[in-house]
């Protein structure tokens, strides 16, 4: 019995993530963190959130902003995505690369995202994070920008049927 439990959570937790390496072009831009990329290897579109990073929801201050600046870098531009798990609503989390250089990383240095930390680690992203808020970048203008997580909290999301 014991046995049987240990096999079933690890095919449990296989399911929950991956290691995947594919390039594709961005087809769309959802908000400053989500994306599609459609595979060079063909199928359909993929819907990916970056990983490490956490940008203004569309409906906060500063959310079309991160939106924009997403798309403007990135729309209809060839990406090297490394998908790392998948989250509950079926996107993969993902390490974005364009021409070498990690989208997330870019993002939170013009200060257009937070370094995404969990479980009171700072996030991937935390020196770039400090940069822009010392520099007053992006939504780090704001003399107390709200992360997107205290937004969701107090506003929810701003997709309906979403939470």
Same mark, same amino acid.
């Given at each position: 019995?014991?046995?049987?439990? +240990? !096999?079933?959570?690890?095919?449990?937790?296989?399911?929950?993530?991956?290691?995947?390496?594919?390039?594709?072009?961005?087809?769309?831009?959802?908000?400053?963190?989500? !994306? @599609?990329?459609?595979?060079?290897?063909?199928?359909?579109?993929?819907?990916?959130?970056? !990983?490490?990073?956490?940008?203004?929801?569309?409906?906060? +201050?500063?959310?079309?902003?991160?939106?924009?600046?997403?798309?403007?870098?990135?729309?209809?531009?060839?990406?090297?995505?490394?998908?790392?798990?998948?989250?509950? @609503? *079926?996107? *993969?989390?993902?390490?974005?690369? !364009?021409?070498?250089?990690?989208? *997330?990383?870019?993002?939170?240095?013009?200060?257009?995202?937070?370094?995404? *930390? @969990?479980?009171?680690?700072?996030?991937?992203?935390?020196?770039?994070?400090?940069?822009?808020?010392? +520099?007053?970048?992006?939504?780090?203008?704001?003399?107390?920008?709200?992360?997107?997580?205290?937004?969701?909290?107090?506003?929810? +999301?701003?997709?309906?049927?979403?939470?």
């Amino acid at each position: 019995m014991k046995l049987f439990c +240990s !096999l079933l959570l690890l095919c449990l937790a296989g399911s929950a993530q991956a290691s995947e390496t594919f390039f594709g072009q961005v087809t769309h831009v959802t908000d400053g963190d989500t !994306l @599609w990329v459609q595979p060079e290897a063909g199928g359909a579109a993929r819907k990916l959130r970056m !990983l490490g990073m956490d940008a203004p929801e569309i409906c906060q +201050s500063g959310g079309k902003a991160a939106r924009d600046l997403l798309a403007q870098w990135a729309l209809q531009r060839r990406v090297t995505v490394k998908v790392s798990y998948y989250d509950r @609503w *079926g996107r *993969g989390l993902a390490t974005v690369a !364009l021409d070498g250089k990690d989208l *997330g990383a870019q993002m939170v240095s013009a200060g257009q995202a937070w370094s995404y *930390g @969990w479980r009171g680690r700072p996030g991937i992203y935390a020196a770039e994070e400090t940069r822009a808020r010392q +520099s007053r970048l992006g939504v780090f203008a704001a003399s107390r920008p709200e992360s997107p997580r205290a937004f969701r909290k107090r506003h929810g +999301s701003c997709h309906p049927g979403k939470k």
